[in-house]
């Protein structure tokens, strides 16, 4: 019996052992494209942990003009990026842009870059620090790659992180709102039409902007204001509501006489 249990216990500590032996050690690979190639199975395989690790020693050991190296960036930002170690995806995908800005993955890492720091922003209300990195690194793509078919999805995106900056400053306005702090609450609402007109969050800002004007009495503003929603949100239901007791504006004919008439087009 206690033969048995002692062949058992030696069993299940080779058993451990053979399961915690290391698969992917980076002593073993001689030389750099051994090393990319294991990397890249690794990769495929879903070791993400693996690698990280190869594809970082590539990226301080392959010479500068290596083919190799832009590709090694991109895998292991990829990597980070699966690790959601975003900080981490977005600097080695900026590698790529900064190093290697002709190469046919600059584009595409100037994209992903700018997803990565996009994440790091997790809730409009929060710090909007990274999300305004973001933001500088969709713009980048843009200007140096005005032909790269990436332009139409980036400027999607771009457009989806202006509204949560909407969104950030819609926050903050309410909460000066609710607490009928109506002039601070003003100052965000007012941001909002001013910096990001057409995001999602602009007629609610405009709106809530009408409600603060006749709450405070600013009869000329809500009148000015309702015109506006009235033209840019004709079927908008809150906007109806919100507007519904506020007179149209008019122009009478003295002020349309003194009007700036536009100039006549010229002609050839």
Request: positive net charge; charged residues 25%; proline residues 7%.
């Amino acid at each position: 019996m206690h033969r048995n249990s002692w062949r058992l216990a030696t069993t299940l500590i080779v058993v451990v052992v053979v399961a915690c032996r290391p698969e992917f050690q980076l002593k073993k690979f001689t030389d750099n494209v051994a090393l990319y190639t294991a990397s890249s199975r690794e990769f495929q395989r879903g070791k993400w942990d693996n690698a990280v690790a190869g594809f970082e020693k590539l990226t301080t050991e392959l010479p500068a003009r290596d083919t190799l190296l832009p590709r090694s960036f991109w895998y292991l930002a990829s990597a980070h990026q699966r690790l959601k170690e975003y900080l981490l995806a977005a600097q080695s995908f900026n590698r790529i842009v900064e190093t290697f800005p002709e190469d046919t993955l600059a584009d595409d890492s100037a994209l992903e870059a700018a997803r990565s720091y996009r994440r790091l922003w997790r809730r409009p209300e929060l710090d909007p620090t990274y999300g305004e990195t973001a933001f500088a690194t969709y713009n980048t793509l843009l200007a140096l790659y005005p032909d790269s078919p990436l332009l139409p999805q980036a400027k999607a995106e771009l457009d989806t992180l202006n509204d949560w900056f909407a969104r950030k400053n819609y926050i903050t306005g309410m909460y000066y709102f609710r607490r009928k702090g109506y002039d601070s609450g003003n100052i965000y609402f007012k941001d909002i039409l001013l910096k990001w007109p057409d995001s999602p969050t602009a007629r609610q800002a405009g709106v809530k902007l009408v409600e603060s004007y006749r709450a405070i009495r600013y009869t000329a503003d809500a009148t000015e204001l309702c015109g506006q929603l009235r033209a840019k949100y004709p079927e908008a239901r809150d906007v109806a509501d919100v507007c519904r007791d506020v007179p149209i504006a008019t122009v009478s004919p003295a002020d349309s006489a003194s009007a700036p008439r536009k100039p006549p087009t010229p002609t050839r």
